[in-house]
T-cell receptor
Framework: DVKVTQSSRYLVKRTGEKVFLECVQDMDHENMFWYRQDPGLGLRLIYFSYDVKMKEKGDIPEGYSVSREKKERFSLILESASTNQTSMYLC???FGTGRFRETQYFGPGTRLLVL | KNEVEQSPQNLTAQEGEFITINCSYSVGISALHWLQQHPGGGIVSLFMLSSGKKKHGRLIATINIQEKHSSLHITASHPRDSAVYICSSISGGSEKLVFGKGTKLTVNP
């Protein structure tokens, strides 16, 4: 079974802190994705990566950066956390070169609260 | 800009009923996904469609490219089907991923 793990299920941070959310997949997938999910807005793509050290912006990259130094790990960084970044963050991975046209496997999510 | 609309927003059914959830999109797409999100938050990919129909167990997904519409059907619904069902489309030209806001399904015993 494909396993996508996220470093924390719940996280509480203060405004202005630098926050790291880690995602690891164990199936040698090329593609990895970071989403946030908010009530009434649904899922929105923040960043994705189709190879090590490669990244592309999604719909809402402002205030976020990412890092993919190894194939299995994709990190989302909030450079200076703000209250409007309080959200559920979901990581996903997929195999192949079809970008969004491959089946994505999701992690359990991290609920981030920024105070 | 592609807009993805799901209906209904909320759906309550009795165990055993046939369920239909609808997804409409506004521009030509290359593929569409159906996802299931359980109350704990975990998301599972159910189907990816670019044409026709797919079936997996009690779940059936159809897509009509000309009418820009997809449906997810659940036969003989069960309380464990209670979840939020989300469709997402991939725009044909720009390869942009757009999600619907989800349909919350509750199946009562």
């Amino acid at each position: 079974d494909v396993k996508v793990t996220q470093s924390s299920r719940y996280l509480v941070k203060r405004t202005g802190e630098k926050v790291f959310l880690e995602c690891v997949q164990d199936m040698d997938h090329e593609n990895m994705f970071w989403y946030r999910q908010d009530p009434g807005l649904g899922l929105r793509l923040i960043y994705f990566s189709y190879d090590v050290k490669m990244k592309e912006k999604g719909d809402i990259p402002e205030g976020y950066s990412v890092s993919r130094e190894k194939k299995e790990r994709f990190s989302l960084i909030l450079e200076s956390a703000s209250t409007n970044q309080t959200s559920m963050y979901l990581c996903a991975s997929s195999f192949g070169t079809g970008r969004f046209r491959e089946t994505q496997y999701f992690g359990p999510g991290t609920r981030l609260l920024v105070l | 800009k592609n807009e993805v609309e799901q209906s209904p927003q909320n759906l309550t059914a009795q165990e055993g009923e046939f369920i239909t959830i609808n997804c409409s999109y506004s521009v030509g797409i290359s593929a569409l996904h159906w996802l299931q999100q359980h109350p704990g938050g975990g998301i599972v990919s159910l189907f990816m469609l670019s044409s026709g129909k797919k079936k997996h167990g009690r779940l059936i997904a159809t897509i009509n490219i000309q009418e820009k519409h997809s449906s997810l059907h659940i036969t003989a619904s069960h309380p464990r089907d209670s979840a939020v069902y989300i469709c997402s489309s991939i725009s044909g030209g720009s390869e942009k991923l757009v999600f619907g806001k989800g349909t919350k399904l509750t199946v009562n015993p």
